[in-house]
Nanobody, 127 residues
Framework: QVQLVESGGALVQPGGSLRLSCAVS????????IGWFRQAPGKERERVSC????????NYADSVKGRFTMSRDNAKRMVYLQMNSLKPEDTAVYYC????????????????????WGQGTQVTVSS
């Protein structure tokens, strides 16, 4: 059974840092693409970053480039999102997700069936 469980969300002041974690089970993390997404109230879900494990490439949304870093520890079955220089506009529920394919990072829509999502973790950036 595929499961993804996010943790690490919190209330943080602007300029602060957080590290989100995603624990995965039920599949071999090494093989597949996996991404971090976020959804703010009243807004569509957007992809924050996506890791293409086959060639080591990680893509980032323009809004987080230079501030967020995604990493993965395949042996521990963990995926991380280090978030620095946080801004109020980073406030959202953050999710990790995969569709157990080698093309997940190439997708441009995420409302299709077959994607496995975690339950999300709330990040609030406010003074």
């Amino acid at each position: 059974q595929v499961q993804l469980v996010e943790s690490g969300g919190a209330l943080v002041q602007p300029g602060g840092s957080l590290r989100l974690s995603c624990a995965v089970s039920g599949f071999t993390l090494d093989y597949y693409h996996i991404g971090w997404f976020r959804q703010a109230p009243g807004k569509e879900r957007e992809r924050v970053s996506c890791s293409n494990n086959s060639d080591g490439i990680t893509n980032y949304a323009d809004s987080v480039k230079g501030r967020f870093t995604m990493s993965r520890d395949n042996a521990k079955r963990m995926v991380y999102l280090q978030m620095n220089s946080l801004k109020p506009e980073d406030t959202a529920v953050y999710y990790c997700a995969t569709d157990l394919s080698l093309s997940f990072c190439s997708k441009t829509t995420w409302s299709t069936p077959g994607i496995f999502w975690g339950q999300g973790t709330q990040v609030t950036v406010s003074s």
